[in-house]
């Protein structure tokens, strides 16, 4: 059974730059849509970033300019490079997709935004 993992979270200043990473463990046979969610304690889970398996990208207003998306065909893993990343930016993000017919999440990674 395939899982996605992410990685890349930590600790950044206000300005700052982060890149999160998401790989599938396991074997698959397609992995259609891929998407980066995050979520703050108390609210509901926010998405952020998609990419289809055409390469269709579409961003959150709050993150537009500042955030990237990018997936690799072959691996298919996606990156989400985020700049200029703001308090507002903290979260836990969770790399999403759609593997062999099924909406798969990873376990989540941290990222903070602080002075």
């Known amino acids: 059974q395939v899982q996605l993992v992410e990685s890349g979270g930590g600790l950044v200043q206000p300005g700052g730059f982060l890149r999160l990473s998401c790989a599938p463990s396991g074997s698959s046979v397609s992995i259609n849509d891929m998407r980066w969610y995050r979520q703050v304690p108390g609210k509901q889970r926010e998405l952020v970033a998609t990419?289809?398996?055409?390469?269709?990208?579409w961003y959150a207003d709050s993150v537009k300019g500042r955030f990237h998306i990018s997936r690799d065909y072959a691996e298919d893993t996606i990156d989400l490079r985020m700049y200029d990343l703001q308090a507002e930016d903290t979260a836990v993000y969770y790399c999403n997709a759609d593997v062999d017919g099924r909406n798969v999440w990873g376990r989540g990674t941290q990222v903070t935004v602080s002075s």
């Open positions: 990419i289809t398996s055409r390469g269709v990208i």
